[in-house]
């Protein structure tokens, strides 16, 4: 914590939306920002002094060459992807590469830093000899390469992925305050992405009728399988072919996937090779022993594929802490399987009062939506915590009201409210509240 020599800092009533200091959005729409804050505190808000310095090398000598393919500046190395699990004593295992959100902003995430999850290794395909085929209950069946695949109409839409394993570490006390986002939450991503709809495959082919599930495989060595409702592939899921605008990466299904929009990230499969139209679900493993949640009465929930409504605040969180006294935004992400993201609600004092954040549009259906909320904060504790809403009217629960209705005992599906609690002295630690 820096010397305190700043005067207390004195708001009007009417510019606050919430208890401990958030603050009306006003204060970004006319930019009343920075000069507010430094009224408050007879400094400039965030600006430091200018200085004359004289000139640093970078600007006396030449530059490097244009690359053929750009790369990050070498000092922003350690923004990278956690990577957990791999190859245990020679056998593969589920391996994961999860998102540093709280190191990211907007809602697109790099392909790069995508999150990844393969159970059974990313299998090096040659895009010559793969083919998509399409069997079962059809009137025609029919297969396709990438080069086929090409030549259909394509969309192009922005959709969140995210496993619906994603916080399954929440569902477990004491948690260690010091854990950062990427730990967490870092299993969901937003991209752009290209694709063919499904339905127009399956209009191709012909269904036969009593057609009410399709069977997804990939070509990965453990020919992950999934099945998906007929009503889903009739309505938006796609065969992506290209992410943020160029093909997608070998960790993220090279050279095509499926994408099922808004449900839980195991279904969107990768490598994909096969899709076989039935009657029934196969109840492959992934359907079965995971991907399930066990329930208070010892029964198995499956199939729960619409992901919830969830949002958390990204910025800040405990991986900084805060230098001083003043103005801060609070920003994060927002998301649900069932549709637009309608509101996003934020509290600094642990869900006593909440305030309407801003969304920043435009907004899309089952794609993270950004919020933010100006903050100040004068130095006693806080607890920060962000509250979802969909279109669909959902809610998104506190830890509490998550476990009255599911229990303790699953695994998978946790969207609960997370807190960050601000110490006096600036110091940010994850906690339940
Ligand atoms: N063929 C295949 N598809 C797969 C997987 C896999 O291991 N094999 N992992 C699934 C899981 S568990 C998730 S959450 C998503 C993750 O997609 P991503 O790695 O592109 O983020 O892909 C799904 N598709
Ligand atoms: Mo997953």
Redesign the pocket.
């Known amino acids: 914590m820096k010397s305190n020599n700043e005067k207390t800092l004195i708001v009007d009533a009417t510019d606050q939306a919430a208890g401990n200091g958030l603050m009306n959005r006003r204060f970004f729409l006319n930019s009343a920002l920075a000069t507010t804050a430094t009224l408050a505190t007879g400094k400039a808000a965030f600006a430091q002094e200018a200085v004359g310095e004289g000139q640093e090398d970078w600007t006396l000598y030449p530059g490097s060459d244009a690359l053929e393919y750009g790369e990050l500046s070498r000092f922003e190395a350690g923004r990278v992807k956690k990577l957990v699990g791999g190859l245990a004593g020679g056998r593969t295992a589920t391996s994961a590469g999860r998102t540093p959100l709280h190191q990211l902003m907007g809602t697109i995430t790099p392909s790069g830093l995508?999150?990844?999850?393969?159970?059974?290794g990313i299998p090096d395909i040659n895009p010559d000899q793969h083919q998509l085929v399409m069997h079962g209950m059809v009137k025609q069946p029919l297969k396709w390469g990438i080069e086929n695949l090409e030549n259909y109409p394509t969309i192009t839409r922005e959709y969140f992925?995210e496993?619906s394993g994603n916080g399954r570490l929440l569902y477990y006390e004491p948690l260690s305050p010091k854990m950062t986002l990427d730990a967490t939450h870092g299993?969901v991503?937003g991209s752009q992405w290209t694709g063919v709809k499904l339905s127009t495959l399956l209009d191709e082919c012909g269904l036969e009728d009593g057609a009410k599930w399709i069977i997804a495989e990939?070509a990965?060595s453990g020919s992950?399988s999934r099945s998906i409702p007929i009503d889903k592939a009739l309505d938006d899921t796609m065969i992506a072919i290209y992410q943020n605008g160029e093909r997608i990466r070998p960790?993220?299904?090279y050279p095509m996937r499926l994408l099922n929009p808004g449900f839980e990230?195991?279904t969107?499969?990768?490598?994909l090779r096969s899709l076989y139209v039935t009657d029934r679900p196969v109840m492959s493993r992934f359907e079965t022993s995971k991907y399930t949640d066990k329930m208070p009465d010892g029964k198995a929930m499956q199939f729960s594929l619409e992901l919830d409504v969830k949002s958390v605040i990204t910025r800040p969180t405990n991986a900084l802490s805060l230098q001083k006294h003043g103005l801060y935004e609070i920003t994060g992400l927002a998301w649900s399987g069932r549709g637009k993201i309608a509101r996003v609600e934020v509290s600094a004092d642990g869900g006593k009062t909440w305030a309407d954040a801003v969304l920043e549009g435009p907004i899309h259906s089952k794609m993270m939506t950004r919020f933010r909320i100006p903050w100040m904060w004068n130095g006693d504790p806080a607890v920060l915590q962000s509250r979802a809403i969909d279109e669909a009217g959902r809610v998104q629960p506190s830890r509490e009201q998550l476990f009255k209705g599911r229990g303790r005992q699953a695994y998978y599906h946790y969207h609960a409210i997370h807190s960050w609690a601000v110490e006096t002295d600036g110091t940010i630690n994850h906690v339940y509240a």
């Open positions: 995508h999150f990844e999850v393969t159970h059974h992925m496993c299993l991503s990939g990965d992950l960790g993220q299904g990230g195991n969107s499969v990768k490598w």
